[in-house]
């Protein structure tokens, strides 16, 4: 049977830094890449404070930036926001108020490719950060 979010969100994983070989996504031969961890990004995502919001790409740059290295792996990243918005989503199914979950939609924007992947109408996304920011 599948894993839930919530038990990929859970799994123990070490984040790792490789130093590219090749150039990938952008990231050239020799720069150190950060991999980072579904826990790593979740953290991210719960600290963006009320109100305020972050794109994909700042996130990789400061989870980077925080562990000396020149960039963030943008597919292992995007899946874990995948995760994490998946886990939150998981959670509001069951009854979990949107305050006392991982709020993705502080990172996830409705025009993000992620979110046209998740289980939730992109609009809601709209809406959560339109009420957060007071518009």
């Known amino acids: 049977m599948a894993k839930s979010a919530r038990e990929k969100l859970a799994q123990k994983k070490e984040p790792k830094t490789v130093v590219l070989g090749g150039d990938f996504s952008g990231i050239k031969a020799g720069q150190k890449m950060f991999v980072a961890t579904p826990q790593i990004v ?27 290295c020149d960039a963030s792996c943008p597919v292992s990243t995007a899946i874990f926001v995948r995760i994490a918005a998946e886990a939150a989503i998981e959670d509001m199914n069951e009854g979990t108020a949107p305050s006392d979950v991982i709020p993705f939609w502080r990172l996830v924007s409705s025009k ?13 996304i709209d809406q959560q950060r339109a009420q957060e920011s007071g518009a």
Request: net charge positive.
């Open 42 to 68: 979740a953290d991210y995502i719960r600290k963006i404070p009320y109100g305020q919001t972050r794109t994909i790409e700042r996130m990789r740059k400061d989870i980077a930036k925080r562990r000396k």
């Open 112 to 124: 993000d490719k992620v979110a046209k992947k998740l289980a939730i109408d992109s609009a809601w």
